[in-house]
C-alpha cells in the first residue's frame, strides 16, 4: 500500500491492561510521528522519531506510554496500564524529510482504544 | 509554546456557496501552516499547506491566506459540494517537531 497503515484500528482494553499499537509509515519515510486525538479534539503531538532515533518524547503524557522504532521503520507505540483518560484515537504519521526540512505529515486512519 | 485557535467550531453552508474557516497562532517562530480535512472514521488528509515566505496559495476550489503580523490564517473553500463535508484542521509548526492543532471546524454542505 502507499499510505501509513496502523493496527489494530479499534482496540478495547480494561484498566490496567497494557496495549501495544502499530503503525506500518510509508516506505522511505524517515521522519515518524505519533499523535493523541481525542473526541472532537484535534491531535496532540506525542513524540517524534527520526529513522530509529526518539528525537522528541515532550508529549508523551506519562512514563506510562512508551514507543519505539527499532529498525526505523515500523513503529509500536505501547501503553500500560492502561486508564480510562487515555481512551482515545491514535494517529501515527510519516514525512519523507529528517527534522526541521520535513514539512508534509501523511497520517494513518488511526486506532481507536476504549479503555473500560 | 504555540497555541492555535481556530473559528467556527461549526459551519452550514449550502451547496455552491463559499466557505472560510480562520484561526490564529501565537508563535512568531511559526513556519508552516497546513489544513488536513478528516472524515469519520479516517486521519486527517493534508489538502493544502503554505509557508511562512508566502502570502496566499490556491489549490482549484481552495485557497488559503497568511497575514504573519496579525498571525492568522484562513482556507477559503469556494463552491462547496457535499462531499466537501468533513472535519477541518489548521495547524502551524515552528523550528521544532511540534505541530499544533487547532479544535476543528465540522463544515456541512447542504444539497
Known amino acids: 500500500g502507499a499510505g501509513v497503515s496502523q493496527s489494530p484500528r479499534y482496540k478495547v482494553a480494561k484498566r490496567g491492561q497494557d496495549v501495544a499499537l502499530r503503525c506500518d509509515p510509508i516506505?522511505?519515510?524517515?521522519?515518524l510521528f505519533w499523535y493523541q486525538q481525542a473526541l472532537g479534539q484535534g491531535p496532540e503531538f506525542l513524540t517524534y522519531f527520526q529513522n530509529e532515533a526518539q528525537l522528541d518524547k515532550s508529549g508523551l503524557p506519562s512514563d506510562r506510554f512508551f514507543a519505539e522504532r527499532p529498525e526505523g521503520s515500523v513503529s509500536t507505540l505501547k501503553i500500560q496500564r492502561t486508564q480510562q483518560e487515555d481512551s482515545a484515537v491514535y494517529l501515527c504519521?510519516?514525512?519523507?524529510?529528517?527534522?526541521?526540512?520535513?514539512?508534509?505529515?501523511?497520517f494513518g486512519p488511526g486506532t481507536r482504544l476504549t479503555v473500560t | 509554546g504555540e497555541n492555535v485557535e481556530q473559528h467556527p467550531s461549526t459551519l452550514s453552508v449550502q451547496e455552491g456557496d463559499s466557505a472560510v474557516i480562520k484561526c490564529t497562532y501565537s508563535d512568531s517562530a511559526s513556519n508552516y501552516f497546513p489544513w488536513y480535512k478528516q472524515e469519520l472514521g479516517k486521519g486527517p488528509q493534508l489538502i493544502i499547506d503554505?509557508?511562512?515566505?508566502?502570502g496566499e496559495k490556491k489549490d482549484q476550489r481552495i485557497a488559503v491566506t497568511l497575514n504573519k503580523t496579525a498571525k492568522h490564517f484562513s482556507l477559503h473553500i469556494t463552491e462547496t459540494q457535499p462531499e466537501d463535508s468533513a472535519v477541518y484542521f489548521c495547524?502551524?509548526?515552528?523550528?521544532?517537531?511540534?505541530?499544533?492543532f487547532g479544535a476543528g471546524t465540522r463544515l456541512t454542505v447542504k444539497p
Open positions: 504519521a510519516s514525512s519523507l524529510r529528517p527534522g526541521y526540512s520535513s514539512y508534509e505529515q501523511y
Open positions: 495547524a502551524a509548526r515552528g523550528n521544532n517537531n511540534d505541530m499544533r
Open positions: 516506505s522511505g519515510h524517515v521522519s
Open positions: 503554505i509557508r511562512s515566505n508566502v
